[in-house]
C-alpha cells in the first residue's frame, strides 16, 4: 500500500513554501515519524514526518520547488524491500553490473556542497569526501573548503583532475568571478519586506538616554552562582530588561498598543518578542505572558527559545503575536543603534554594548560601565512624552533594581 507525503497545514497566514532539502532520497528505508523533507516558509523552517513505515518509491516535489498546503511531496511504499534506485527494477533483462568498489572511509551519501563550495573544491581539485562540513545539516561551506588541508595519504577515490585552464588575462578579472549569486530564501524575503513596510507605513522615531549598570551587576555577580544553583539557568541580564520594559509598560500602555484599521488597540497583556539572529536571518519568537513569569523563568524561557531558533525548531506560534519586542546588538558589539519597528507593534527596545565611560557622579568624575539604550516607536501611537518617560522608567529600574521587587 502506498502513502502519499504531503505538506501539513503551517499556520495561520502561510500557504507556501519551498522544499528546501530532502532528508531521505528514492530507495531509502524510513521509520514512522522520521523526519524526510525540510520545508521552508517565510517564518520558519519546518520538517515533514514519516505518517507509516517503507520505502521512499516516489518524490513529486524536488528541492527548490514552491509547494502549497496539501500538495504531494512524495510517496511512501508500505512494507516494500529497499531498492538501489528508482530505475534499479526498470529491466529485467540487462544484466547486473558489478558494482564500483567504495573506499572504507567514504561515507554512504556524498556531503551537500554549497555552491561556492563546490566551485572552491573544483578550483582546487579536492575529493569533497574528505571535506567535513560545519555548515547546517553537515552542508560543506566555501570556508570548509579553504580551510580543509589534503590528507597525505591518497584517497581511495579518484578525484580527477582539475581541467587545464586557458590563459587569463593581464587585465581586471571579470565580474562574474568575484560574485556569487544566491536565490532569496523565503525568511530573507519577509524580512526585507516587513521592515521596509514599517519604514514605510510608521512614522517611526528614535529616543536615546543611557544606564548606569553599576548595581545590576553587583547584584548578578552576588546571586549568580546561587541562581544557577537552585534554577539550573545561569542570571543574565536580559530578564532584568524584561521585567522593566514590563514594568514601564503597565504605567505607558501606549507602548503595548497598535493600530488596527481606525481603533487603537491597547494589550492589557505582556508578551515579549526577543530577536535572535541565526543562520538564515532574524527571527522574533515571543514569551508569552512574560508579567507572570519569574526572572528563572523568564531565563529559561529565553533561552530555549534562542536554542530553538538557531536549530530551526520553532514553530508558528512561537513566533506569532508579541505585544512589544527587545533586541539586544550589544551581543554583536553594538555601541548604538535605531532599532526597526517589528509590525504591527508600536515599539522595541534596543541594549547595546556595557563599556566603562567617564560620568559625573555627586560632582566627581568616576568610570562606570554604561549602556546606551534605544526606543524606536510609532509616533502615530506614542508621542514623545511617553517613549521619553519609558526610557527613564527603565533606566530607573535597572539603576536601581529593587524596584523590580516592589513595582515602583
Known amino acids: 500500500m502506498s502513502v502519499q507525503i504531503v505538506v501539513p497545514p503551517m499556520g495561520e497566514s502561510v500557504s507556501e513554501a519551498t522544499v528546501a532539502k530532502w532528508l531521505k532520497k528514492v530507495g531509502d528505508q524510513v521509520r514512522m515519524d522520521e523526519p524526510l523533507v525540510e520545508l521552508e516558509t517565510d517564518k520558519v523552517t519546518l520538517e515533514v514526518n514519516a505518517l507509516t513505515a517503507g520505502i521512499i518509491s516516489e518524490i513529486k516535489a524536488p528541492q527548490g520547488s514552491n509547494v502549497g498546503v496539501g500538495a504531494i511531496l512524495g510517496v511512501i511504499q508500505e512494507g516494500a524491500a529497499a531498492v538501489s534506485s528508482p530505475t534499479a527494477s526498470a529491466s529485467t533483462a540487462a544484466p547486473a553490473k558489478p558494482a564500483a568498489p567504495i573506499?572504507?572511509?567514504?561515507?554512504?551519501?556524498?556531503?551537500?556542497?554549497?555552491?561556492?563550495?563546490?566551485?572552491?573544491?573544483?578550483?582546487?581539485g579536492l575529493n569533497p569526501y574528505e571535506i567535513p562540513g560545519t555548515g547546517k545539516g553537515g552542508r560543506v561551506t566555501k570556508e570548509d573548503v579553504v580551510a580543509f588541508t589534503p590528507s597525505a595519504t591518497p584517497s581511495a577515490i579518484p578525484t580527477p583532475a582539475p581541467a587545464a585552464r586557458a590563459p587569463q588575462p593581464t587585465g581586471p578579472r571579470a565580474k562574474g568571478d568575484r560574485e556569487e549569486r544566491v536565490?532569496?530564501?523565503?525568511?530573507?524575503?519577509?524580512?526585507?519586506?516587513?521592515?521596509?513596510?514599517?519604514?514605510?507605513?510608521?512614522?517611526?522615531?528614535?529616543?536615546?538616554?543611557?544606564?548606569?549598570m553599576t548595581a545590576i551587576m553587583a547584584l548578578r555577580n552576588m546571586h549568580k552562582d546561587a541562581f544557577e544553583k537552585k534554577n539550573g539557568v545561569k542570571l543574565g541580564f536580559?530578564?532584568?530588561?524584561?521585567?522593566?520594559?514590563?514594568?514601564?509598560?503597565?504605567?505607558?500602555?501606549?507602548?503595548?498598543?497598535?493600530?488596527e484599521g481606525d481603533d487603537l488597540v491597547y494589550k492589557n497583556y505582556y508578551d515579549i518578542g526577543v530577536a535572535v539572529g541565526t543562520p538564515n536571518g532574524l527571527v522574533v519568537p515571543v514569551l508569552r505572558d512574560a508579567d507572570a513569569l519569574s526572572f528563572a523563568e523568564v531565563e529559561k524561557g529565553i533561552g530555549d527559545l534562542g536554542k530553538r531558533a538557531k536549530d530551526?525548531?520553532?514553530?508558528?506560534?512561537?513566533?506569532?503575536?508579541?505585544?512589544?519586542?527587545?533586541?539586544?546588538?550589544?551581543?554583536?558589539?553594538?555601541?548604538?543603534?535605531?532599532?526597526?519597528?517589528?509590525?504591527?507593534?508600536?515599539?522595541?527596545?534596543?541594549?547595546?554594548?556595557?563599556?566603562?565611560?567617564?560620568?559625573?557622579?555627586?560632582?566627581?568624575?568616576?568610570?562606570?560601565?554604561?549602556?546606551?539604550?534605544?526606543?524606536?516607536?510609532?509616533?502615530?501611537?506614542?508621542?514623545?512624552?511617553?517613549?521619553?518617560?519609558?526610557?527613564?522608567?527603565?533606566?530607573?529600574?535597572?539603576?536601581?533594581?529593587?524596584?523590580?521587587?516592589?513595582?515602583?
Open 312 to 408: 530551526g525548531k520553532l514553530s508558528m506560534s512561537d513566533l506569532s503575536g508579541g505585544t512589544f519586542t527587545i533586541t539586544n546588538g550589544g551581543i554583536y558589539g553594538s555601541l548604538m543603534s535605531t532599532p526597526i519597528l517589528n509590525p504591527p507593534q508600536s515599539g522595541i527596545l534596543g541594549m547595546h554594548s556595557i563599556k566603562e565611560r567617564a560620568v559625573v557622579i555627586n560632582g566627581k568624575v568616576e568610570a562606570r560601565p554604561m549602556m546606551y539604550l534605544a526606543l524606536s516607536y510609532d509616533h502615530r501611537v506614542i508621542d514623545g512624552r511617553e517613549a521619553v518617560t519609558f526610557l527613564v522608567r527603565v533606566k530607573e529600574c535597572i539603576e536601581s533594581p529593587e524596584r523590580l521587587l516592589i513595582g515602583v
Open 238 to 259: 536580559m530578564s532584568f530588561f524584561v521585567k522593566a520594559c514590563i514594568q514601564a509598560l503597565k504605567e505607558l500602555p501606549a507602548v503595548n498598543a497598535e493600530i
Open 183 to 212: 536565490k532569496m530564501t523565503k525568511l530573507r524575503k519577509v524580512i526585507a519586506q516587513r521592515l521596509k513596510e514599517a519604514q514605510n507605513t510608521a512614522a517611526m522615531l528614535t529616543t536615546f538616554n543611557e544606564v548606569d
Open 103 to 124: 573506499a572504507a572511509n567514504a561515507p554512504a551519501t556524498a556531503p551537500v556542497l554549497m555552491p561556492a563550495a563546490q566551485k572552491q573544491a573544483g578550483d582546487r
